[in-house]
């Protein structure tokens, strides 16, 4: 069956460094999303890929989906506190999304 | 702004004691889910709802049933409550589509079974 995997679980990252999460499939995807949960809240969706060779920026994030629609990516440049969080992908499992474990993220000032 | 609200932010129950969580969405999306959170294991899915009074099984449905009686409400029920059901339950709304559209997720209501 298909399997999909988060990582890192977790990432321990420098202020203003850059950090990156994935998530790698053994089985193509349709289409994968980026959710992001700050300490406290609740997930909040970032941006969805779904053409093969994706990439789309927001700021300082960088999300890119593989040319096989394996594997997905996001890049956080020169991290910031308020980067502070858990990171989710999810994607198409028949017809629901299934999220991975997430990546939490902390930020040392 | 799509808003889900959800009836309790935190609760405490006893173990063998019916629960029930509500979720209310207002932006007439079609499709309601509910997520159990637990630490290093992500959001799994309890169940799902695509219209009014339907519903489908996700991946852990053991030890819980939904109603949906209301396109805008879906609640989640505990029949008797457990310890091992101790956790952060999401609610989400999606619009019309296959279940797989942008979800919009409710603050959570942490549970807590003593």
């Known amino acids: 069956g298909q399997q999909v995997m988060q990582i890192p679980q977790y990432q321990h990252v420098q202020e203003g460094e850059d950090f990156t999460t994935y998530c790698n499939s053994s089985t193509t995807l349709s289409n994968i999303q980026w959710y992001k949960q700050r300490p406290g809240g609740h997930p909040v969706f970032l941006i969805q890929?779904?053409?093969?060779?994706e990439v789309k920026k927001q700021k300082r994030l960088t999300f890119q989906f593989g040319e096989a629609k394996k594997n997905s990516s996001l890049h956080i440049t020169a991290t910031q506190t308020t980067d502070v969080g858990t990171y989710f992908c999810g994607w198409a499992a028949g017809n629901k999304l299934t999220f991975g474990g997430g990546t939490r993220v902390l930020v040392k000032p | 702004d799509v808003k889900v609200t959800q009836s309790s932010r935190y609760l405490v129950k006893r173990t063998g004691e019916k629960v029930f969580l509500e979720c209310v969405q207002d932006?007439?999306?079609?499709?309601m889910f509910w997520y159990r959170q637990d630490p290093g294991l992500g959001l799994r899915l309890i169940y799902f709802s695509y219209d009014v009074k339907m519903k489908e099984k996700g991946d852990i449905p053991e030890g819980y049933s939904v109603s949906r009686e209301k396109k805008e409400r879906f609640s989640l029920i505990l029949e008797s409550a457990s310890t091992n059901q101790t956790s952060m339950y999401l609610c989400?709304?999606?619009?019309?589509?296959?279940?797989?559209?942008?979800?919009?997720f409710g603050p959570g209501t942490r549970l807590t079974v003593l």
């Open positions: 890929l779904v053409k093969s060779g």
């Open positions: 932006m007439d999306h079609e499709n």
């Open positions: 989400a709304s999606s619009p019309a589509g296959d279940g797989t559209d942008t979800q919009y």
